[in-house]
Structures are given as C-alpha cells and as structure tokens.
C-alpha cells in the first residue's frame, strides 16, 4: 500500500483546517515522508479552546442514547477500515503491522466498552439521617460531566490510548481537544474521522497538532480546562502537574516493570511470556518487561531459554508479516538505548545478547549483571532490553522488584498459592499479573500506577469516575 502525501489538516472545533507551518510526519524505518500535518500556533490553541467552551455545553446536553449512537458509529467505521488504521499505525509508528492490527482492535473494543459505560454513570441515594439533625432529610448525588477535558498523548500506542481519552469523555457528556505526539500525529486524526463520520456535533472533539513544548503551556494552565488527561514520560508529566494549576489531573506515566519467576513455574510459558512482554513495541511500551528477577536454581536454564528465543526474533520491516520487531521511533531514541546499554556494560554489566545499533533500529538485548549504580537499573529504557538477576527467594525478589521510584505492573510466574498471595501484598504497583508478565492489559480493567508511574486510573469505567463529578441533591422535608 502507498500513502499519497496529501496535508493532512488538524479539527479545530468541528472544521478541518490547514496551516502553512506544518510537521512532517516520517517513517522511522526509512525516515521516509509519510504525510505533513499543520504546526498550530499559540493562537490556534486558544481558539480551540474558545470553541470546546461551546463544544461542553453542546456535549453535556446530548442524551445518552446520542452519545453511545455516535461512539458505536465511530467504532464501526474503525472496523470496516481497520485495515487502513493499522496501517497507519504501523507506518508512522514503530509498530510492526501484527502490533498495529492489534492496536486497531483494541481501539475498537475501547470505544464500545465507553458506550455500554455511559449508561452506567449512575449517582446514589444518602441516608442523610445517619447525622442526628438530619431526620427529615432524604437525597442523592448525580455524576455530571467535568467541562472540557485537555488530552496529551505519547507516541507508542497512537491510536488507542487517545481513544482512551476520547471514548469516555464523549461517554460522560464532556468536550475534550486532543493534542497528539507530533511524532505520530496521524492515528489521532483517523480517529476524529471516525467521529465526525459518527455525526459528533461539531466544537465536542478537537484534534490540535503541534509542538508540546510550544502549545501545550497554554492548553495546560488555561481555567477553561477542568482536567488534564496525559500519558507520557516522567519529565513531562512533573512539569505539567506543576503548572497545571487548580485542575484535575490524571497522569499515566512510564516504568520499568519487574517479573518474578521462581523455581515452581511453568519456565517455557514464564520465557515466552516475559519475551513478547520485553519486546513488544520494540520494548516502547509502559508495562514492558525491564527487570527479570529469577530464582537461583533455575537461573542458569532460564537464562538459556531466554537468549535462545531472543534470538530467535526477526527484526525488521514493519510492514512484513514475518517480521517481530521494527525499528524505535526515532534515531535519536536508539541512540539514547544504544547509550544506556554502554553505560551499563562500562560498569561491569555482561551483554548476553543483542546491543547492536542500526539507524533507528536495535536489535533485542538481553543483560546481566547488571550494578545497580547505572542508569538501566532505575529509570526507564523505553527500548527492547531487559535485564536479568538471580534471587535467593520471594522476599529478595520483591524487595529488588519494590527498589525502584516506578510501579505500574508486575508480573509473577509461580504455581504456589501462597507465594502469588505474598507478591500481591507486598508489590508496590498499580497491577500483578500472576502466571504472566508485566505486559497483560484489557481496556475495561483499572489502569495506571503508583510512586513516579501515575496518578489516577484509566479503563473505561474509571476513567469516567475522573471525567465526572458528583453533585448533591439534598430535600429538606416539613414532616
Ligand atoms: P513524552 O515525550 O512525555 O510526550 C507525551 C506527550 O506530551 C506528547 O504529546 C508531547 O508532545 C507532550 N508534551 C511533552 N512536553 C510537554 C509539555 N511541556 N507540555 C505539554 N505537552 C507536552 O512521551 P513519549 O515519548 O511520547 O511517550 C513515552 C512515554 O510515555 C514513556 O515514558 C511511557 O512509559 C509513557 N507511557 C505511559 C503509559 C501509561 O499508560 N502509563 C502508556 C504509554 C506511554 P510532543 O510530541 O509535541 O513533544
């Protein structure tokens, strides 16, 4: 398939507009152009948001059945173009076409899930006569929707964590203006597509594409913003958080998530597993595997099994069905990668495989070894390699597992009952997958983290919870 070089427009309150400032939007395989899409200015920001004001007032006021029709209409255009979708997934992307498809299908099963959940946003009645006083007074709260809802999103899942945002905000009655990774601009602008051909009243969804460090000041200090949703890095989300002011913020942030395999695990689901979780996305995904924490005995096989399926791994074109893994989405990211993997090994870490740069491209690494005084051992590396340790028992293992400043996932591969129970416990993270790796999600389930990985929950139903607000309704009776 080729893609036609075309100038792409940005939806500023219901009209799809041009600039003679654009981005060029380039594939990271063969930094091929791909399409442009226009550099919004300050001033196109703070028109986009004058429009969102009417744009939450025209949302607020559609019914449900209205917005479940639009959300389930959006979904099937999705579906009967899911080929096109992943495509270009796939193309501005790192993603591999398999990853993409599956990026599309989720993104369908996003928006569906919001509809079913927007008719559940459903208040309570109060028994106010608990309070000794309040005899003679019966009520109960509504949930209503926030106003207009700011969404930032990353680069590596371009399709469905911005139909994360999208779906429930429109789900919950809310105006929402996205402003995607300018790396991957294009998914985001497919998806309001999808929802002007749904028939979204015009001013409810805008899509702003532009320069975050240019732009997204004004989106993220403006009063008219009642929430900020983001999903990216750490640095980004500390600064937003400090300038956000009084607002509500939810903030998806990254990891470096662990894996436990102890000594009763199924080995070949435990190596399987943690290598597609290692490796997915080309290891740019926020509940990747990064630390292994293995039990002595079954260290050594272990570690053979997972060299020998590492390298069993094609790296590639993204667009071939043979192919597991494409390139980083960016050069520069691959340098970063190539950079943290030498800083390692130049402090004793031992290269069991990969560690090679070629472009954009990294070949899937595995270390060990690894001191804890390096970079690679704490923060993030956003790139296909993971590091593998030895462990005594649980107790070090979770203790190892809870030493760093992230905690979104983990995983734990053990047949004991107790033990599973123990990790639960005493993991500091937002979700445990037990006889899985860290890289298990649906969209219905809470997502999100504790420490530096977050703030608040995504998954429908709970991103509705953030995306609205309760008001009281209190009778007082003459009785
Ligand atoms: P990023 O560099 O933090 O960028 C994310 C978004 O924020 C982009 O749209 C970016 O715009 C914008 N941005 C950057 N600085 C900003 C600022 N000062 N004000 C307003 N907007 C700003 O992250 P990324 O490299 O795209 O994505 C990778 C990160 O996302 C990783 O850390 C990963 O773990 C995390 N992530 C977390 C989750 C989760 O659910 N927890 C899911 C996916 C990814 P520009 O593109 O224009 O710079």
């Given at each position: 398939m080729t893609v036609q070089i075309r100038g792409q427009k940005m939806l500023i309150g219901g009209k799809w507009v041009g600039r003679d400032e654009i981005i060029e939007v380039r594939d990271p395989q063969d930094n091929s152009l791909i399409d442009t899409v226009p550099a919004a200015s300050k001033e196109d920001?703070?028109?986009?948001?004058?429009?969102?004001?009417?744009?939450?007032?025209?949302?607020?006021?559609?019914p449900v059945h209205e917005r479940i029709r639009v959300i389930n209409v959006a979904a099937d255009y999705i579906e009967e173009n899911k080929e096109k979708y992943a495509f270009i997934i796939s193309k501005e992307g790192s993603k591999t076409i398999r990853e993409a498809q599956k990026e599309a299908a989720r993104c369908i099963q996003t928006l569906r899930i919001s509809a079913e959940e927007a008719r559940r946003i459903n208040g309570e009645t109060i028994p106010f006569d608990q309070m000794p006083g309040s005899e003679n007074r019966v009520g109960y709260y509504y949930r209503f929707p926030i106003g207009i809802i700011a969404a930032i999103t990353p680069f590596n899942d371009p399709l469905n964590l911005v139909a994360h945002k999208v779906g429930p905000a429109i789900a919950s009655g809310n105006a929402i203006i996205v402003k995607p990774a300018t790396v991957t601009p294009l998914s985001a602008?497919?998806?309001?597509?999808?929802?002007?051909?749904?028939?979204?009243?015009?001013?409810?969804?805008?899509?702003i594409?532009?320069?975050?460090?240019?732009?997204?000041?004004?989106?993220?200090?403006?009063?008219?913003?009642?929430m900020i949703s983001f999903t990216g890095g750490l640095e980004?989300?500390?600064?937003?958080?400090?300038?956000?002011?009084?607002?509500?913020?939810?903030?998806?942030?990254?990891?470096?998530?662990?894996?436990?395999?102890?000594?009763?695990?199924?080995?070949?689901?435990?190596?399987?597993?943690?290598?597609?979780?290692?490796?997915?996305?080309?290891?740019?995904?926020?509940?990747?595997?990064q630390r292994i924490y293995i039990q002595d005995s079954i260290y050594e096989t272990f570690q053979k099994a997972f060299i020998s399926r590492t390298e069993q791994y094609s790296v590639g074109d993204k667009q071939s069905y043979q192919t597991d893994m494409?390139?980083?989405?960016?050069?520069?990211?691959a340098i970063r990668v190539e950079k943290m993997v030498e800083e390692a090994i130049g402090k004793g870490a031992f290269l069991l495989t990969g560690g090679q740069r070629n472009g954009a491209f990294y070949t899937p690494t595995v270390l060990t070894n690894v001191p804890e005084n390096c970079q690679i051992a704490k923060e993030e590396i956003f790139g296909p390699v993971v590091l593998l340790y030895p462990v005594g028992d649980?107790?070090?293992?979770?203790?190892?597992?809870?030493?760093?400043?992230?905690?979104?996932?983990?995983?734990?591969?053990?047949?004991?009952?107790?033990?599973?129970?123990?990790a639960i416990a005493q993991l500091d993270v937002g979700g445990i997958m037990i006889n899985d790796s860290s890289d298990y999600r649906i969209?219905?389930?809470?997502?999100?983290?504790?420490?530096?990985?977050?703030?608040?929950?995504?998954?429908?139903?709970?991103?509705?919870?953030?995306?609205?607000e309760p008001k009281v309704v209190c009778f007082k009776l003459n009785q």
């Open positions: 920001m703070l028109q986009c948001i004058e429009e969102a004001k009417e744009g939450a007032k025209i949302a607020a006021s559609m602008l497919l998806l309001a597509e999808a929802f002007s051909h749904a028939g979204l009243p015009p001013k409810v969804l805008s899509v594409t532009g320069h975050g460090r240019e732009i997204g000041d004004i989106l993220v200090t403006h009063p008219a913003i009642r980004a989300g500390e600064e937003i958080a400090r300038k956000a002011g009084l607002k509500k913020i939810g903030l998806e942030l990254g990891s470096n998530s662990p894996v436990i395999v102890l000594e009763d695990a199924d080995l070949e689901e435990a190596v399987e597993s943690s290598v597609s979780g290692a490796f997915w996305a080309a290891g740019q995904n926020c509940l990747g595997v494409g390139p980083l989405i960016t050069e520069k990211e649980l107790d070090e293992a979770i203790q190892k597992s809870n030493s760093v400043d992230y905690g979104l996932q983990a995983g734990i591969f053990t047949k004991n009952i107790e033990k599973a129970h123990k969209d219905a389930m809470p997502f999100g983290g504790v420490k530096k990985s977050g703030l608040g929950r995504e998954g429908i139903k709970f991103a509705l919870q953030e995306m609205t």
